[in-house]
C-alpha cells in the first residue's frame, strides 16, 4: 500500500468521526462539512509527517539495506542505492524471501557437515584396512620366526595386494577430486563407441571369468556408432560400470550391454542379473562411498568411488546417467553421449 493512502485512510476515518461528533451536537450540516473539510486536511498533513518522519523513512531504510545486501553489495554501498516506490509490502516479501534462502543455506550447511563427517570416516576406514594387513604381515615377517618360505611368499603377497588396494583407493580418489575441481578437461573427439565397447569387453575378460559372468554385446552392433565424447574418460565410464555389474551379478550370471539412438544422442545401457538395488538407496547410489551393503561390498573389494566418478565424468560432458533396479532381478545403468 502506498504512504499517502495509508495516510489518507487514516486522515478520513479522523474527519468523519469528527464531522458526525459535530453533526450529532450542533444538527448543522454547513458546520459538519466544514469540520471534515478541515479535519481531513490537518489530519492528513499531520500524519504524513509523522508517518514519513518516523517509520516510513526507517523501513525504506532497511528495506535499502535488505535489498542491497542481498545483491552482495557491501554496507557502504547498500546505504546510497535502490530505494523502492512501496516499500512497506516490499520489505516484508524480502524478509521472508532472506529467511527462506538463509533456511534452505543453513540446511545445505548441516547436509554438508554430514557428510563430511562420513567422508573422513570413510576415508579413515579405507586407508586403516590395508595399512594394518600390511604392518601385520611385515611385522611377522620381521620377527623372523617364519621359516616355511610358502608362507612367507603367501605373506608377502598378501601384503602387495593391500599396497595394490591402497594405491588404487588413492589413484581413484585423487581422480575424483580432480574432476569434481575442473582439473581435468574434457578432451573431446569422434570415434566409434561399438569398437570402444569392444575393446573395454575385450580387456576385461579375465575379470568376467573369474566372476563367472558372461558379457553379451549383440550382433546387430558390428556397425559403427560415432560419438563425440572423450574417448578415454567414457573408457573408464564403461570400466566403472561393467566392473560393477561383475561384482553384484549372479554368479555365474550375465550382464547386457545394448546401444540405442535417440535423436541426437546415444543411450548406452549395462545391465546386470544380480542381486538388485532396493529402490529407497537409488537416489544416494553415486555418492562417495556409499554402499547399500557395507559388509559385502568390502568383501568384494573397491574403493566405493567407482560410480561417483562415472557421474562427474558423465556430468562433465553435460550428459546425464540414470539407474533401475529390481531386488533380486538385477540392475540397469544407462548414459548418454552426443551423436557425431
Known amino acids: 500500500m502506498k504512504l499517502w493512502v495509508l495516510v489518507f485512510i487514516n486522515a478520513l476515518a479522523v474527519a468523519l468521526s469528527l464531522s458526525f461528533v459535530n453533526f450529532y451536537f450542533q444538527g448543522k450540516i454547513i458546520d459538519s462539512v466544514i469540520t471534515f473539510s478541515v479535519s481531513l486536511f490537518t489530519s492528513y498533513l499531520v500524519f504524513y509527517y509523522l508517518i514519513e518522519r518516523f517509520v516510513y523513512s526507517k523501513i525504506k531504510l532497511i528495506y535499502k539495506l535488505i535489498h542491497n545486501l542481498k545483491l552482495g553489495k557491501d554496507l557502504k554501498d547498500a546505504l546510497g542505492e535502490y530505494v523502492s516506490a512501496d516499500p512497506i509490502n516490499d ?52 620377527e623372523g620366526d617364519i621359516e616355511d618360505p610358502e608362507l612367507s611368499k603367501r605373506f608377502l603377497e598378501k601384503a602387495s595386494n593391500n599396497v595394490e588396494r591402497l594405491a588404487s583407493f588413492i589413484k581413484d580418489l585423487d581422480a575424483i577430486s580432480k574432476l569434481e575441481s575442473g582439473e581435468i578437461p574434457v578432451s573431446y573427439n569422434e570415434f ?149
Do not use: C, M
Not at 257 to 286: A, C
Open 91 to 142: 520489505v516484508e516479501q524480502e524478509v521472508k524471501d532472506w529467511a527462506r534462502d538463509k533456511k534452505t543455506e543453513i540446511d545445505q550447511l548441516k547436509e554438508q557437515e554430514k557428510f563430511r563427517r562420513e567422508f573422513l570416516a570413510n576415508i579413515s576406514h579405507e586407508l586403516k584396512t590395508p595399512l594394518f594387513a600390511i604392518q601385520g604381515y611385515i611385522e611377522a615377517l620381521q
Open 192 to 340: 566409434d563407441l561399438v569398437e570402444l565397447i569392444q575393446e573395454v569387453i575385450d580387456s576385461l575378460e579375465l575379470k568376467a571369468n573369474k566372476y563367472h559372468i558372461s558379457i553379451h554385446f549383440k550382433e546387430k552392433y558390428k556397425g559403427p556408432t560415432r560419438v563425440y565424447a572423450d574417448r578415454e574418460k567414457i573408457r573408464q565410464v564403461l570400466v566403472n560400470l561393467l566392473s560393477n555389474s561383475f561384482k553384484y551379478g549372479k554368479n555365474p550370471g550375465n550382464t547386457y550391454i545394448r546401444t540405442f539412438e535417440l535423436h541426437d544422442q546415444i543411450l548406452v545401457e549395462i545391465t546386470d542379473d544380480g542381486i538388485g538395488i532396493e529402490e529407497k538407496y537409488l537416489p544416494r547410489l553415486f555418492e562417495r562411498f556409499y554402499r547399500t551393503d557395507k559388509s559385502r561390498s568390502r568383501d568384494i573389494g573397491g574403493s566405493g568411488l567407482g560410480l561417483a566418478i562415472v557421474k562427474h565424468i558423465i556430468e562433465a560432458h553435460e550428459q546425464t546417467i540414470t539407474v533401475r533396479s529390481t531386488e533380486n532381478i538385477g540392475s540397469t545403468f544407462g548414459f548418454t553421449l552426443s551423436r557425431a
